[in-house]
């Protein structure tokens, strides 16, 4: 199996999967990146994985099933493109000879979901095509949903594994490393992280995946229950007590950072 991140629009990843044969596309802003990949590799395309409804993940999919036979599986919302079959938590789908399970990581949006493929063999991570609810370094503005909610949806990926590979929809990550850095400045995982994805970024590449153990160690949102990033927070809230506070504060923080 293998894993591309086509870019679209100035910062979205379209995520490819396939197997040489067959492939699915997560979250299609735009149909003609995945209409040129699936040409290019020759690729007939399987099924469309939607995460939320907002444009940027929606705009290409009319035009995909025009153009293939794909089925689109996403989440209970009026704005979705129809025809689509809903999904919901813990629903498994095959697709490609794979098992894809279905995560709901309300948050960003109330029916935001998450794919999950299990690992399959020791040396296959897991692979987590996780939207708008977790960006390397930081993680979705709370457009619908509470901090508290994000925080439950967070605390799901948090439990995977951690070599777990996070493709998030969009490439962020040198910003909220700026913000992260202003949070943990003295993260030494932090500091290298951040070289490590301006060299990636200087050369125009991806810096995504990232993996649940990375962001673990260097992601703020992910850190609201350390005491040193709750001491930092409360720069911006001096009410910051506990992880639920920690966490509102960083994010209110990070919108107008
Ligand atoms: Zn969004
Ligand atoms: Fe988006």
Redesign the pocket.
């Known amino acids: 199996m293998k894993l591309l991140a086509l870019p679209a629009f100035t910062d979205n990843y379209l995520w490819l999967w396939h197997n040489g044969k067959e492939a699915l596309v997560v979250d299609p802003g735009q149909a003609a990146p995945v209409l040129e990949a699936l040409a290019n590799l020759n690729l007939s395309l399987t099924a469309i994985l939607v995460t939320?409804h907002?444009k940027?993940?929606i705009g290409g999919i009319q035009e995909l099933q025009e153009k293939t036979n794909a089925s689109v599986f996403g989440p209970e919302h009026s704005q979705m493109p129809k025809p689509f079959k809903t999904v919901k938590a813990h629903d498994r789908l095959q697709l490609l000879g794979q098992e894809i399970e279905v995560l709901e990581v309300p948050g960003?949006?109330l029916s935001h979901l998450a794919y999950l493929v299990p690992r399959t063999t020791p040396s296959k991570a897991a692979l987590l095509f996780c939207?708008?609810t977790l960006f390397s370094g930081g993680c979705?503005r709370l457009?619908e949903g509470t901090p508290q909610q994000m925080l439950n949806s967070l605390a799901q990926f948090k439990s995977l594994e951690d070599d777990t590979q996070v493709c998030c929809?969009h490439e962020y990550t040198l910003s909220n490393l700026k913000f992260a850095l202003h949070i943990e400045p003295h993260n030494q995982a932090l500091l290298n992280y951040n070289a490590h994805c301006q060299m990636l970024r200087g050369q125009n590449l991806p810096t995504l995946p990232s993996s649940i153990g990375i962001e673990k160690e260097i992601n703020p949102f992910l850190r609201a229950h350390r005491p040193e990033v709750q001491q930092s927070a409360k720069h911006f809230d001096d009410q910051v007590c506990d992880e639920l506070s920690c966490f509102a504060a960083l994010r209110e923080w990070k919108n107008t950072f």
């Open positions: 939320h907002h940027d993940h960003h949006t939207g708008d979705g457009f929809a």
